[in-house]
């Protein structure tokens, strides 16, 4: 197992900053092209939103944060976080918007692409952990 975390004031430019790294370390264990441009997507809307969402005002002390787990030969876990206002589990909605819809895709694309979503509030920590599994011909290694 390999874990990475990777930090940053959730700027919209630093967010994207953060997926990009997530999927440069992943680039070392994963071989598949169209499954990194997924995960970067999710990564991506995920930390976006925390930049967009978590907090009420910018502050250099705002902070996200990306885990990334790498089980070589089985899964990925990513783990996107903020200690801001947080998002009620209730109120998340999964299904696609209407076209016309300027946002509101995030949830969907994310829950989507990914084999489990679970949010976890603990302790003035949001989290948003997010599991996909790795067929065997997708790894670049499984060590």
């Excluded at 994310?110 to 509030?121: R, V």
Aim: charge should be negative; aromatic fraction near 6%.
């Amino acid at each position: 197992m390999h874990n990475f975390v990777l930090a940053a004031v959730p700027t919209p430019e630093e967010s994207r900053e953060v997926a990009r790294k997530a999927i440069h370390i992943l680039k070392q264990y994963i071989a598949d092209e169209d499954l990194l441009h997924d995960i970067d997507l999710v990564l991506t809307e995920g930390c976006s939103n925390v930049a967009r969402h978590a907090y009420e005002t910018d502050a250099p002390c705002n902070r996200l944060e990306l885990a990334v787990t790498v089980v070589p030969g089985e899964h990925v876990i990513f783990e996107i976080s903020d200690w801001g206002k947080g998002i009620c589990a209730k109120t998340i909605d999964f299904t696609m918007p209407a076209p016309e819809a300027v946002g509101g895709r995030g949830m969907f694309i994310m829950s989507e692409l990914m084999d489990s979503f679970e949010l976890i509030q603990e302790d003035g920590k949001n989290t948003i952990k997010l599991t996909r599994r790795i067929k065997e011909e997708q790894w670049q290694r499984k060590e």
